[in-house]
């Protein structure tokens, strides 16, 4: 299987996380290139950069999936929910974000809800960071 930069697709509410993530694409794909070389000894040439992800600024619970990336060329969908108030969020909420996020990709991408898996990973804030800002630093009430 080859996957490249520009087969992902992704949905983001602000300008500066979308180009971030354009960027994380690009990093990824050269990591990988690295590693290719590695195993077989021939790298894969990828500049100039012509490439890219398509990461588009809007509210993903409001635009159409398919204005996007139509659902027959889609085989997976991944999301990154917003992680402020994750520790206020109650069981029965969990279970209708998991049935809430089924039902849309259901309804948006026709997939089949008994092959459609959620999962909810809550990630502590002393685990991450952006902008070399550590999230338990820059919250440090949450």
């Not at 500049?47 to 509210?59: G, H, M, R, Y």
Request: glycine share 6%.
């Amino acid at each position: 299987m080859v996957c490249v930069v520009d087969q992902m697709h992704g949905i983001e509410i602000e300008e500066w996380p979308a180009r971030i993530a354009e960027v994380a694409m690009w990093l990824m794909d050269h990591q990988m290139n690295q590693e290719v070389f590695q195993v077989f000894g021939k790298p894969l040439l990828r500049l100039p950069l012509t490439k890219s992800a398509k990461i588009v600024v809007a509210n993903a619970l409001r635009i159409d999936w398919n204005a996007v990336l139509p659902a027959k060329h889609c085989s997976y969908v991944m999301g990154n929910p917003p992680f402020v108030g994750k520790q206020f969020a109650t069981p029965e909420q969990k279970a209708a974000l998991i049935k809430g996020a089924t039902d849309l990709l259901v309804d948006v991408l026709d997939k089949s809800p008994a092959t459609t898996f959620v999962v909810i990973e809550e990630v502590e804030m002393e685990n991450w960071g952006i902008g070399g800002e550590l999230m338990a630093d820059k919250y440090p009430d949450k």
